[in-house]
């Protein structure tokens, strides 16, 4: 039994998919408490060598891109009849960074995140987040696949 599952989205178009599977978590353990998060990434400034994120100089920076957020996340717990304890639009440096420190302050027994197939340049450059957290959270993960990204 999972005390505090996490579902992280990045609110593109196959969300749901991941969506219907916290959802499955929850149907077969409803004693489970079920958060939701969303990182968007800070804007960052560049000052010669240094980059500063540009909420340190004014805080409304990012509060449409984080209002727009909080908008699709309630349209998606809405679409897929999911009831959050905590739903949360966060800002940090990256969402790799973003994920670890609400699993850490929180604690997460169960991430439940989509994964997208990368292929070529794509895989190289960037990876796929879920990939990127599993050494630094102490959790189950589900991983749901999801489309390829090429």
């Known amino acids: 039994m999972y005390q505090h599952a996490l579902m992280v989205t ?32 800070e804007t960052m400034l560049g000052f010669g060598y240094e980059l500063i994120p540009a909420t340190a100089l004014h805080e409304e920076i990012d509060d449409e891109r984080c209002r727009m957020a909080r908008t699709r996340l309630a349209e998606v717990l809405a679409r897929n009849n999911l009831q959050a304890h905590d739903a949360k639009i966060k800002t940090a440096i990256s969402g790799r960074k973003g994920i670890i420190d609400y699993c850490k302050s929180h604690a997460i027994d169960l991430v439940i995140i989509g994964r997208h197939k990368r292929t070529g340049l794509s895989a190289w450059l960037t990876g796929a987040t879920a990939d990127s957290i599993l050494p630094d959270v102490d959790a189950d993960f589900l991983v749901v696949q999801l489309a390829q990204v090429d």
């Not at 609110?11 to 408490?33: F, G, M, Y």
């Open 10 to 41: 990045d609110l593109n178009d196959d969300t749901d998919l991941v969506a219907q599977k916290a959802k499955w978590i929850l149907e077969s353990s409803p004693a489970t408490q079920l958060s939701v998060l969303h990182v968007v990434e």
